[in-house]
């Protein structure tokens, strides 16, 4: 069956067809690092990393692209609050990113691009379009002229007039139209930045997607996708730059999860109900999360609170409890029994509706009701007199492939002996020393995930169990 996924661009479902037959490039917007991610940031995280999952488990060559936004207003403000570097907080929060992530079961992209290592690549993006009549200077800053882009709000569904509703130029701002927006910002006094054919400066927030987005990927992805919030002006930001620029559809689908609420209310730090993954992991199983965000379809609205996180351990524990009893029943099982094809054909039914639900705009939430029938099945096939170790492995192994699929994990990691974690750090301790940084972040997340956390000191890397 092929895959159909919702374009936001089309609002419709589509048959799947990548560009290049077995690949498909796509391209996630990942967070700005100034602090720990929230569950509003680990909602794509968990929902892209799973859509990455299916695509490969259905034999697609998936090259994945997520971004790492390390300069901007957010991370400027941080640095001067904490009297630090901008690197040195963005490097701080990408590694807190990576150990968060992780832990809900979330694999790395192929490439994760920073905004600071791709400058000169920018500006001369930003140069393209001056060039093209897309863009203009006006005292240090670049803006794009919204208007010359024939097909802006395309889609978010908005026509430009539309949009000029609401729109203003403030005091002091410097644009030729109220909806033109910066591509390049002129620095201010004591901020980091950049040289420029415009002067000093750094990048705005939305080229910088379209810029690393077509060295990695190509002048057009397949899929393009992030939170909803970024349908607009985010989105539609890019799809304006990059077209302008390479005269070609940019995305040919664009996935947006939906919203994250907290007891029934917008999360917000107004609030005081932002919800931190680096919290809630310390005292939840992030399996759990990952297992309640995929709960609910991708494009649902999602409410969260401490009662429904808790009846998603518990449900998750009923699978887990299921899996277990195939094991020890295993042991005791005969070669044969008179019943096998009959439980082999259900067995093999269930993986054809996982697959099919999954197919349908990749549905999680029907996938894990899949799940609960292979358990009920499984269940019922162990009140039987006779069970056979064929049939019981099937069960084992449908399990652990449907799991994998969704970045769940059946069984819990087993303990590591002091030695181990020892040897494991002076393992990382030389990769550094070696400048082999992906061999020391790939050890440190190995050990997070095992809950052993590390904290680097003058005198050493000190460790405890978390």
């Known amino acids: ?10 609002r419709k479902k589509e048959d799947f067809i990548p560009l290049e037959k077995g690949k498909v490039k796509m391209y996630v917007c990942g967070p700005t690092v100034y602090n720990y991610i929230h569950i509003g940031n680990a909602r794509p995280a968990i929902v892209f990393d799973t859509v990455r999952r299916y695509l490969q488990y259905s034999g697609y060559d998936v090259t994945f692209v997520s971004n790492f936004t390390d300069v901007d207003d957010k991370l400027i403000k941080a640095a001067n609050e904490l009297g630090e570097e901008v690197p040195v907080i963005a490097d701080r929060f990408i590694q807190a990113y990576f150990e968060d992530t992780g832990a809900l079961g979330c694999q790395k992209a192929d490439v994760h691009p920073r905004v600071t290592e791709n400058i000169d690549l920018i500006i001369e ?5 001056i060039e093209k009549g897309y863009a203009y200077v006006s005292e240090g800053d670049v803006y794009y002229r919204t208007r010359k882009f024939a097909d802006y709000g395309k889609l978010s569904q908005q026509s430009v007039d539309e949009l000029k509703v609401g729109a203003r130029i403030g ?3 410097k644009k030729e139209d109220e909806l033109d927006f910066v591509l390049w910002k002129a620095a201010k006094e004591g901020e980091i930045s950049w040289n420029s054919p415009w002067g000093n400066g750094r990048p705005g927030w939305h080229i910088e997607c379209s810029a690393m987005a077509r060295k990695y990927l190509g002048d057009t992805i397949d899929i393009h996708a992030g939170g909803q919030d970024l349908t607009f002006p985010h989105h539609e930001n890019e799809i304006a730059q990059s077209e302008a620029l390479t005269e070609q559809p940019f995305a040919r689908y664009w996935l947006h999860n939906g919203y994250i609420n907290i007891d029934n209310e ?5 609030l005081g109900n932002f919800v931190l993954v ?6 939840i199983d992030p399996q759990v999360l990952r297992f309640f965000m995929l709960s609910v379809h991708y494009r649902h609205p999602i409410n969260y609170n401490e009662e429904l996180l808790e009846n998603a351990k518990t449900a998750l524990d009923r699978l887990k409890t299921a899996y277990e009893n195939l094991k020890h029943r295993k042991q005791s099982s005969a070669n044969l029994t008179d019943n096998d094809e009959k439980w082999l054909e ?7 509706t996982f697959t099919k639900e999954m197919d349908d705009d990749f549905n999680t939430a029907n996938a894990i009701s899949v799940l609960f029938e292979l358990s009920r099945q499984a269940n019922y096939y162990l009140m039987e007199k006779n069970t056979s170790e064929k049939v019981i492995d099937t069960f084992l192994n449908e399990f652990e492939d449907l799991f994998f699929v969704l970045g769940l994990k059946l069984e819990a990691e087993e303990a590591l002996l002091d030695e181990e974690i020892e040897a494991l750090i002076e393992q990382r301790i030389q990769a550094r020393k070696d400048r082999d940084f992906q061999l020391a972040d790939d050890i440190r997340d190995k050990l997070k995930e095992m809950n052993i956390i590390l904290e680097d000191t003058p005198q050493g890397t000190r460790w405890k169990r978390g």
């Open 346 to 352: 259900k067995i093999k039914e269930l993986h054809e």
């Open 266 to 270: 917008k999360m917000s730090k107004s």
């Open 125 to 129: 993006f930003i140069d393209a379009l």
């Open 171 to 173: 005091v002091g701002e």
């Open 1 to 10: 069956m092929t895959i159909r996924v919702y374009n936001t661009l089309t």
């Open 278 to 283: 680096h919290d809630i992991i310390q005292h």
